[in-house]
């Protein structure tokens, strides 16, 4: 396999590219002076494009590329990928479901109890030395026995909705569809209605024409000024503008977040806000283990596709 072109569109992970080039013959994008003149070049050995969820694989790159046979995305969301375009088109595609699960709903819980009980303050404010001066002021909220509402139960949803029962939490969710398997959560078809009902509403639903914006005005007024939001799903679920205008006018209590519309670019009002919010830089998967788990998949997708076998976890 070692002639077989493959193009990484940009850096990844470091052992994710040494397990390329064991296998393949790995061409970098980014390291080229001119990017359209290097597609051009190689336009006609290149068969698999490694890509991640940030960047997926645009509409231009697909063009250029005339024997691209599979695209191996290091990522869950494929929602800077056109399916329909690649069914069309006989280019398979692969993600890298599940390995990530439990480190995105670990990070979901994490998120929420550094927003409850405002753990980044508590501490900036022992490191200060503001401890010596006067007790912490209190406003934390309690976790344990909340009503934790969730967007999207999918396999992260689920997983999340597993942890916050270990705090007591009574749990809710919107879906598509109700889901028979959760029969012990409670249903809500309106996205209002199911944050009108929380104390928590965390977003882990997949980017899509109908949930782009999902999480809009009408959802974050019926959440109201103690609710707080946690997002682990993409940052375009949210309406980011009337997030920050609640966040600044009082309108929502507080807000977790690891994604964001325009990343790695953030509202300088959300930093500005450290009192309410706390946030990552999309860092849900980010582990060693689960990066390494996700890269295996990466590369195992790609052989198995070259072998003639049956992905490991196809999308297309």
């Known amino acids: 396999m070692e002639s077989i072109a493959v193009l990484m569109t940009k850096p990844i992970y470091s052992y ?84 990530l699960t439990d480190d995105v709903a670990d990070l979901a819980i994490g998120l929420t109890l550094a927003v409850l009980r405002k753990l980044p303050a508590s501490d900036r404010y022992v490191r200060s030395g503001m401890w010596k001066k006067g007790e912490f002021k209190l406003g934390t909220k309690q976790f344990s026995g909340k009503s934790v509402g969730i967007v999207g139960l999918g396999r992260i949803g689920q997983a999340i909705a597993t942890r916050a029962e270990g705090f007591g939490c009574k749990i809710s969710y919107h879906s598509r569809t109700p889901k028979p398997e959760s029969s012990n959560y409670t249903y809500y078809p309106s996205v209002v209605d199911l944050a009108a009902h929380s104390d928590i509403l965390v977003v882990a639903c997949a980017l899509t024409n109908e949930t782009r914006h999902i999480i809009n005005r009408e959802v974050i007024d019926a959440l109201g000024p103690r609710g707080v939001l946690v997002n682990i799903a993409r940052g375009a679920t949210v309406d980011e503008p009337e997030l920050v205008s609640a966040l600044v006018e009082g309108r929502l209590g507080g807000a977790g977040l690891d994604v964001f519309e325009n990343e790695p670019n953030v509202p300088e009002q959300l930093i500005e806000l450290d009192e309410k919010v706390v946030l990552a830089p999309h860092a849900g998967s980010g582990t060693e283990e689960t990066r390494k788990g996700m890269a295996d998949l990466v590369v195992g997708n790609l052989v198995a596709h070259f072998e003639g076998k049956e992905l490991l976890t196809p999308v297309v």
């Open 16 to 99: 994710l590219q040494a397990e390329l080039e064991k296998r393949f013959k790995v061409l970098k994008l980014w390291e080229a002076q001119d990017g359209s003149r290097f597609l051009e070049d190689h336009n006609q050995i290149i068969r698999a494009v490694v890509s991640d969820g940030g960047t997926g694989l645009s509409p231009e790159l697909m063009a250029a590329l005339p024997k691209l046979e599979i695209v191996s995305s290091f990522s869950v969301g494929m929602d800077k990928i056109d399916l329909g375009k690649c069914k069309e088109k006989g280019i398979r595609v692969s993600n890298t479901p599940d390995v």
